[in-house]
Nanobody, 125 residues
Framework: QVQLVESGGGLVQPGGSLRLSCAASGIIRSIVAMGWYRQAPGKQRELVATITSGGSTNYADSVKGRFTISRDNAKNTVYLQMNSLKPEDTAVYYC???????????????????WGQGTQVTVSS
């Protein structure tokens, strides 16, 4: 089964930076797209950034110009570089993947609902 594991979260002061990583493991045939979402206490989960296999990116207006998403296809890993962090960026950040995965020796299926366990980001002075 495919698994996503996030890392890189932590406590940082306003204006600081963090880099999140998400590594996908399992019998992965091809990654269509990967992205980052976040959920703050009392709020619904929201999109932060996504990147497709072709390299096209999409960002939430609230992080545009401050966050950068990138990927390493050879390692099945996606990154989120977060600069100029604000207290309102505090949330649990989740990795998502839309990919083709192996279900047998030569069979594959596509699924867009793979999620990581989440990593906490806290921005506070």
């Amino acid at each position: 089964q495919v698994q996503l594991v996030e890392s890189g979260g932590g406590l940082v002061q306003p204006g600081g930076s963090l880099r999140l990583s998400c590594a996908a493991s399992g019998i992965i045939r091809s990654i269509v797209a990967m992205g980052w979402y976040r959920q703050a206490p009392g709020k619904q989960r929201e999109l932060v950034a996504t990147i497709t296999s072709g390299g096209s990116t999409n960002y939430a207006d609230s992080v545009k110009g401050r966050f950068t998403i990138s990927r390493d296809n050879a390692k099945n890993t996606v990154y989120l570089q977060m600069n100029s962090l604000k207290p309102e960026d505090t949330a649990v950040y989740y990795c998502n993947a839309d990919l083709w995965y192996g279900t047998g020796y030569s069979s594959s299926r596509r699924q867009g609902g793979f999620w990581g366990q989440g990593t906490q980001v806290t921005v506070s002075s």
